[in-house]
């Protein structure tokens, strides 16, 4: 049974790095991983994708192995506003293809 | 910036009875999914659509659930008879491609069956 875990919750203070890694051992060859932020009743929004190594973008970078099957969203310096849940997303191939979320990791930034 | 919308926000239903929940994705997308968040659990994958045709579902989307792209613009999810199991928030999402994996969201709608 496919499965793409990640840790259930993680506390954090203002202005730290925090890092989230999720592990997805059945990721279809070919497909990008990507990461969402969720906060309460809204629908999940972009982070960051990449594919292979390291992405880096205005908000967050992406660590990815050359085995592919786990990933590491780093967020630098969190900000209160980063109290969410954060979700890998990653194709899988088990008895078909589906794109995937992981099981979803709780942020919570403090003062 | 162009998004995803949802109707209804909530709904709320007796069990048995039929619901359609709406989406009008991003126009220039071609990949089209739904999937489900219950209350404090993860999202998960029901089903995706393109072509006017379903690609992929998961074990959850069974025979009470279809989905239909009925114009150029909606997509639609209907469950044919609800069951108090089917509680939760709906989200569609759509993608320019579907081997990128970068879905949009819509801001989701919230079924509760009584």
């Known amino acids: 049974l496919a499965k793409t875990t990640q840790p259930i919750s993680m506390d954090s203070y203002e202005g730290q790095e925090v890092n989230i890694t999720c592990s997805h051992n059945n990721i279809a060859t070919n497909d990008y991983i990507t990461w969402y932020q969720q906060f309460p009743s809204q629908g999940p929004r972009f982070i960051i994708q990449g594919y292979k190594t390291k992405v880096t973008n205005e908000v967050a970078s992406l660590f990815i192995p050359a085995d592919r099957k786990s990933s590491t969203l780093s967020l630098p310096r969190v900000s209160l506003s980063d109290t969410a849940v954060y979700y890998c997303?990653?194709?899988?191939?088990?008895?078909?293809?589906?794109?995937?979320f992981g099981s979803g990791t709780r942020l919570l930034v403090r003062p | 910036e162009p998004e995803v919308t949802q109707t209804p926000s909530h709904q709320v239903t007796q069990m048995g009875q039929e619901v359609i929940l709406r989406c009008v994705p991003i126009?220039?997308?071609?990949?089209f999914y739904w999937y489900r968040q219950i209350l404090g659990q993860k999202v998960e994958f029901l089903v995706s659509f393109y072509n006017n045709e379903i690609s992929e579902k998961s074990e959850i989307f069974d025979d009470q659930f279809s989905v239909e792209r009925p114009d150029g613009s909606n997509f639609t999810l209907k469950i044919r008879s609800t069951k108090l199991e089917d509680s939760a928030m709906y989200f569609c999402a759509s993608s320019e491609e579907d081997i990128s994996g970068e879905l949009f969201f819509g801001e989701g709608s919230r079924l509760t069956v009584l």
């Open positions: 126009s220039n997308h071609l990949y």
């Open positions: 997303l990653v194709g899988i191939m088990d008895s078909s293809y589906k794109l995937i």
